[in-house]
């Protein structure tokens, strides 16, 4: 509304006390805060796997960038209180997730047991790739724990023998995994396990010889005995 020169002090005032008040209806949420609180609600999900502890961090950052943003542009911005709840919940899950993997990383190892990764099972570069490297056979005759994936084939339950491979990245689509990338398990336990497309942790004797069997294409290098699934 504009003014004329008839207008008195008073009504100057109010109108441009209307004018403040309407300019404040109009501030903005901080995106960088909306986006903090979405992320800090599904951060939970950091305890399915270490490698997802990066959501709560991207979390913080994101709720950081929020009250920067706020307090360089009060008072056209507005969501400090939703940046600072997203901040706290973040760091909360943050701190409590990478606990908990620390914790289940030192206590999953049983007594007497050494961790063995499929790196160890790998033939150095130049060698043939049925080649087994010192860093396996060393390991010939020991108790282990491996980390994989079970290969998925037609039995679903009931599993008392089955390939652990690497990763999923061949297994998933039909291809047939490189040998020193599975190992062939064995259990103790008659009942067996149900097929499962996470990663499972695999405790048993570990023995290397080469072998066909008639359901596994390709045959394997390395074998797990007396193994259970933790």
Known sequence: MG????????????????????????????????????VAVVSPVAFLGWWLVAVPLVGAVLAGIALRDIAARHPLLTGRLLALLALLVSLVTLAASLASHAHEYATELPEGFVRLSYADLQPAEGEAATHVPD????????????????YPGKQQHGLVQFLLVRDQGDCCFGGNPKITDRV???????????????????????????????DIAGGVLYHLDAASVR
């Open 3 to 38: 003014t004329s020169l008839f207008d008195s002090s008073a009504q100057l005032a109010r109108r441009d006390a209307e004018s403040r008040e309407e300019g404040d209806s109009y501030r903005a949420i901080s995106g960088a805060a909306i986006a903090a609180a979405a």
């Open 135 to 150: 860093s396996a056979s060393g390991m010939d005759g020991r108790d282990v724990l491996l980390k994989g994936y079970i």
């Open 184 to 214: 062939l398990v064995q259990l103790s336990d008659p009942a067996g396990i149900d097929f499962t497309p996470y990663l499972v942790k695999v405790a048993g004797r570990f023995r290397v010889q080469p072998a066909g069997t008639a």
